[in-house]
């Protein structure tokens, strides 16, 4: 039987630089943080609106936010919103690794 290849490309890590889109390492920083806020809200079995009590926001931003819809929210906003929850947010910066072809911004 034939072999047939499969034609891919492998991912630099960051779906948006791969999609082309502007600020892509923003726009990871800004999805990653939005997953852990999303993450949190759904460990403390919050509906949308206590969360956006919580968070001092209407209920359809909570919406947005939960459905990954982030223009209208800035890295610094996004982290405000893990802070209510009560987390701790620890910024680290350090030299860029020879090899790596530019900085990156890590969520972790």
């Known amino acids: 039987m ?4 499969v034609d891919y490309t492998v991912s630099s890590g960051n779906v948006f630089a791969d999609l ?3 600020n892509p390492e923003e726009a990871l920083a800004k999805a990653e943080l939005a997953n852990k ?3 949190l809200i759904q ?3 919050l509906t949308q609106a206590k969360a956006a009590k919580l ?3 209407d209920q359809p931003k909570v919406s947005m936010l939960l459905r990954g819809r982030l223009t209208g929210f800035s890295i610094e ?3 405000r919103f893990l802070l209510l929850l009560g ?6 910066v350090y030299p860029n690794p020879q090899g790596r072809s530019k900085a990156q911004v890590f969520v972790a």
């Open 20 to 22: 082309g889109l502007p």
């Open 55 to 57: 968070l001092g926001i």
């Open 77 to 79: 906003r996004l982290m």
């Open 43 to 45: 460990e403390r079995k």
């Open 2 to 5: 034939p072999k047939h290849e």
């Open 37 to 39: 806020i999303s993450v």
């Open 87 to 92: 987390q701790d947010i620890n910024i680290s």
